[in-house]
């Protein structure tokens, strides 16, 4: 079956970094695009970020310069790194797949406080 498993969550002040990490099994990784996408408790579920199986990528406006993704076929494995944290960037992040079926991950907790 297909499992997205995401880490790297947890506390940071403002102003800090983090990476997070997607391992992906089960689906055909080096051809799908993925996706990084986050949500506070009753709101909508925002898709932050994009990257395609080529490498291109897209981002929201509200992290664009401040996060980036990227991915290691290798590895399965899809990150965001996340820099010059602001407490309204605290949510659960989830990692997800773009285009085509959609399956997500269980989500990781950032909290972003001093």
């Known amino acids: 079956q297909v499992q997205l498993v995401e880490s790297g969550g947890g506390l940071v002040q403002p102003g800090g970094s983090l990476r997070l990490s997607c391992t992906a099994s089960?689906?055909?990784?080096?051809?799908?695009?993925m996706a990084w996408y986050r949500q506070n408790p009753g709101d909508e579920r925002d898709v932050l970020a994009t990257?395609?199986?080529?490498?291109?990528?897209d981002y929201a406006e509200s992290v664009k310069g401040r996060f980036t993704i990227s991915r290691d076929n290798a590895k399965n494995t899809v990150y965001l790194r996340m820099s010059s944290l602001k407490p309204e960037d605290t949510a659960v992040y989830y990692c997800?797949?773009?285009?085509?079926?959609?399956?997500w991950g269980q989500g990781t907790q950032v909290t972003v406080s001093s």
């Open positions: 997800a797949t773009w285009g085509g079926r959609k399956y």
């Open positions: 089960g689906i055909s990784f080096s051809v799908s695009g």
């Open positions: 990257i395609n199986a080529d490498g291109s990528t």
